[in-house]
C-alpha cells in the first residue's frame, strides 16, 4: 500500500507503515506473553464473586459486547458455565449483543461488559441499562480510566492494549480474562496457555499454506459447533476486516441446510473448525459430511483441529492439527482457535496485499462510513 498521503492520519491510529510486518503480527506474537499476568492479575475474584452471588441468588449472569468484544463475551459466557457447572450451580449465563442488552436489559444480577478501550456506545448504554434495572456491573478491557470501566463496580484491566484494528491481543486478552475469573469461581487445571498460543504460533508457515489453499476464493465459510463456532464468527469478523473478503459464519449443522447451493466450485472457500473435543462422535460425522459435499462441489477447503476429528477427512482438504491444552478442552479449544483463525487472517491478508491493521479506513470512503455511522451527538 502507498501511504503517500498522510493528512488523513491522526494520533490514536495505528502505526501506518508502508508495508509488512503489519502491527497486526506484533500483537499476534504478543499473545503468549499475555497468560502469566493475566492469570495473576487483580480484578477476577470481584467479578466471580458477583456472578457467584447471582447465581445463588437465581438472578440473570449477563455478557456484553460487540464486534470481536462480542465473540470475546460468548468464550467469557461459556468459560462461566463451564466453571458454574463443575461447582453444582444450575444458573447458566447469558451472552447478549450489547444493543440488544441496552434496549431490552435483564433485571438485577450481573451484567459484564467486553470493550478492549471501554469506549463502544452500545456497550456502555447496555452496562449503564442493567445497572439501572439493579445489576451489579463489570468490565472486561484495557483500560482503568474508560467511560466502561468508571461505571462499573468491578475491573477487571488486561495489560497490553492493541495496536491495530484488526483486534487480536484483544481477543485473546478477553479469553484469558475470562479464565482467571472462571478458575476463581471454581479451580480447575487451566494448563500452560502461554505454551499453548506458542505451540500454534510455530504452526505459521503451516497456516499460510492453509491460507495459500483458499486463496482466490471470492467467498468464505467459516462453520463450526460450541466453542468452533465462537472461533468461526471471529475469523469471519477478522477476513472481512484484514484480507477484505466477504466471510460467513455458521454453524456446523446450518451449513448443510441449503447454504451450499450458494456455493460454486473455486468461487466459495470452507474453512471447517474442530478444535472443541466436546462434540464427539456426532460432531465429526457431521464435520466429515460437510468435507465430503464440499469435495462433490469443488469447494477448497481447510480444516483445524484436533487430531481424531479431522482423521479420515477427504483427500485434497489441507488440514492443520492443533496442540492439546491440559485439562480444560473448553479453554485450550478457545485459545488454540484464536491464533489460528488470527495468523489464517494475517497469511489472507498477505496473499490479498492489504494493511489489516485500519479495516480499510486507510481509503477515504471508509473513513467516511465509519464517521457516519458514530458520530451522532444524541448517540
Known sequence: MSTGDRSWHAPGMPELREGPPWVMQEMIDATPGLAGPIAGAAGAAGIAGAVTAAARAGEPIVVVGCGTSEHGALAVTALLDEALRAGGSKARPECRQALDAAIDPRAGGVCIGISHDGTT??????????????????????????????????????????????????????????????????????GDCAALLS????????????????HGASRILTVGLGADLTTARELALKIEEGARIPTTALHLESLLH??????????????????????????????????????????????????????????????????????????????TGAASLQLLTLALAHLAGSNPDFIRREQAPYREAAAAAGNRADW
Request: proline residues 4%.
Open 121 to 190: 456506545r452500545a456497550t456502555i448504554h447496555a452496562v449503564a441499562a442493567a445497572r439501572g434495572d439493579g445489576a451489579v456491573t463489570a468490565t472486561i478491557g484495557s483500560r482503568s480510566d474508560s467511560p466502561l470501566a468508571l461505571g462499573s463496580d468491578h475491573v477487571f484491566v488486561t495489560p497490553l492494549r492493541d495496536g491495530s484494528w484488526c483486534h487480536t491481543v484483544a481477543y485473546t486478552g478477553t479469553i484469558l480474562a475470562g479464565a482467571a475469573i472462571a478458575g476463581a469461581i471454581h479451580a480447575t487445571d487451566q
Open 258 to 335: 441449503g447454504h451450499l447451493a450458494a456455493c460454486d466450485a473455486g468461487a466459495t472457500a470452507l474453512v471447517l473448525l474442530a478444535a472443541d473435543p466436546r462434540g464427539g462422535a456426532q460432531r465429526d460425522f457431521r464435520l466429515h459430511g460437510a468435507a465430503a459435499a464440499a469435495a462433490a462441489i469443488g469447494i477448497p477447503t481447510v480444516a483445524i483441529g484436533g487430531a481424531a476429528a479431522l482423521d479420515g477427512l477427504p483427500s485434497g482438504v489441507e488440514c492443520l492439527v492443533t496442540p492439546a491444552g491440559g485439562a480444560d478442552a473448553l479453554l485450550a479449544a478457545l485459545l
Open 199 to 214: 505451540a500454534v504460533l510455530a504452526e505459521r508457515p503451516r497456516i499460510e499454506q492453509l491460507a495459500a489453499h483458499i
